[in-house]
């Protein structure tokens, strides 16, 4: 058995993720180190990998914005383009997410060496669930940024990933009502010609739950909108325990806000990156989850209710089990949301307001 330094690494990472397993993992290494000719040269690098592990990445230099993946563990399949890769690589001294295993400076060389970008901007839509802006300038000519709107909820879908890129939904009391979640997952027969259409047999046996980005639970005012969000494409290949833990929990909190504080909320939501793909490549596994809750000051005044002080919650998490229940460990700003996915969340929002609320953390 060979021990190389980047499978050392690999460990040492998780040990960083799961500072609690370390004693375990120090004995799973130790036992891997007997029966080695070679111990003596192992344990040393050990040590020093371990001890490397268990502080912070060091950062090269501050005051720059990095994705949330860094507070983590980044993987490339956690960017959208190589560019980004190669800023974290750059940003942190002795490349602490192995993002270069070759070595030769470049992180990540099989991502694109940068992202299509934006499509041009489209006119504002009258569309109430796009207030507060079109996060892709989404709209029918590109079908990787393909905009759908309904009456519950509207949405960016991207053909070839077999997922919306995201989801912006209205939610205050008029949405909730006493209707059953319908449970009637199926395909999207409003795609156009020549899109493939989801199935959610496409989703069996591959480990991964049917995620609704738009909860079921938002959407309880009618049958009719609570089948809404059961198209398969407000739906998202979502690690079990996030869906059934802190993402549970983070749609439970927000309903809250309307439920006992009568708030009125703009949310949106949606994946990124690339951890797998299921039904032979047409469903693509997103390794990253976020979500951002906008709380209105007043409710009733669409846009012009977001002030500085509007309080905004923002969620980006790792799309895998065995994360903390909390979703409040993975709060983070809109600004690195949107380094991160490339879109320009609250654009319809003024720019000054947009500056001071996507840096804040709540
Ligand atoms: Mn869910
Ligand atoms: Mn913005």
């Given at each position: 058995m060979r021990v190389t330094r980047s499978v050392l690494n690999t460990m040492a990472r998780s040990l960083r993720i799961f500072g609690v397993l370390k004693l375990v993992w120090w004995a799973g290494l130790s036992g891997l180190c007997m029966g080695l000719s070679s111990c003596d040269a192992v344990l040393p690098l050990l040590t020093d990998i371990l001890s490397d592990a268990t502080s912070q990445p060091a950062v090269v230099q501050t005051d720059q914005v990095f994705p949330a993946c860094v507070d983590d563990d980044c993987n490339c399949g956690d960017f959208r383009d190589q560019a980004l890769a190669q800023q974290v690589l750059d940003g942190f001294e002795g490349d602490p997410f192995v993002l270069d295993r070759d070595g030769n400076g470049l992180a990540c060389e099989s991502l694109p060496p940068v992202s299509s970008g934006l499509d041009a901007a489209v006119p504002p839509s009258d569309?109430?669930?796009?207030?507060?802006?079109?996060?892709?300038?989404?709209?029918?000519?590109?079908?990787?940024?393909?905009?759908?709107?309904?009456?519950?909820?509207?949405?960016?879908?991207?053909?070839?990933?077999?997922?919306?890129?995201?989801?912006?939904?209205?939610?205050?009391?008029?949405?909730?009502?006493?209707?059953?979640?319908?449970?009637?997952?199926?395909?999207?027969?409003?795609?156009?010609?020549?899109?493939?259409?989801?199935?959610?047999?496409?989703?069996?046996?591959?480990?991964?739950?049917?995620?609704?980005?738009?909860?079921?639970?938002?959407?309880?005012?009618?049958?009719?909108?609570?089948?809404?969000?059961?198209?398969?494409t407000n739906i998202l290949p979502q690690a079990p325990e996030n869906n059934r833990g802190l993402w549970r929990a983070l749609e439970e909190f927000e309903r809250d806000l309307v439920y006992q504080e009568d708030r009125e909320l703009f949310i949106l939501a949606g994946g990124y990156g690339t951890q797998d793909t299921l039904a032979g490549g047409r469903v693509t596994v997103p390794s990253r989850l976020w979500k951002v809750i906008v709380v209105l000051d007043q409710p009733g005044q669409g846009v012009a209710g977001v002030s500085n002080g509007s309080r905004i919650i923002a969620i980006d998490v790792p799309n895998r089990n065995g994360l903390s229940a909390d979703w409040r460990d993975y709060q983070t700003t809109i600004d690195r949301i949107e380094l991160a996915t490339g879109y320009d969340l609250l654009s319809q929002v003024p720019v000054a307001i947009q500056a001071v609320i996507e840096a804040n953390l709540e």
């Open positions: 569309n109430l669930h796009l207030t507060l802006g079109n996060p892709s300038n989404a709209a029918t000519g590109n079908p990787n940024n393909y905009l759908i709107e309904r009456q519950q909820y509207a949405l960016a879908y991207d053909r070839d990933r077999g997922i919306a890129n995201w989801v912006s939904w209205h939610l205050d009391a008029r949405w909730l009502g006493n209707t059953e979640r319908q449970d009637n997952f199926r395909q999207d027969g409003g795609l156009p010609a020549g899109f493939y259409q989801v199935t959610p047999n496409d989703y069996r046996n591959s480990g991964y739950d049917r995620g609704h980005i738009v909860p079921s639970a938002d959407r309880t005012a009618s049958v009719r909108d609570n089948s809404a969000t059961f198209l398969m």
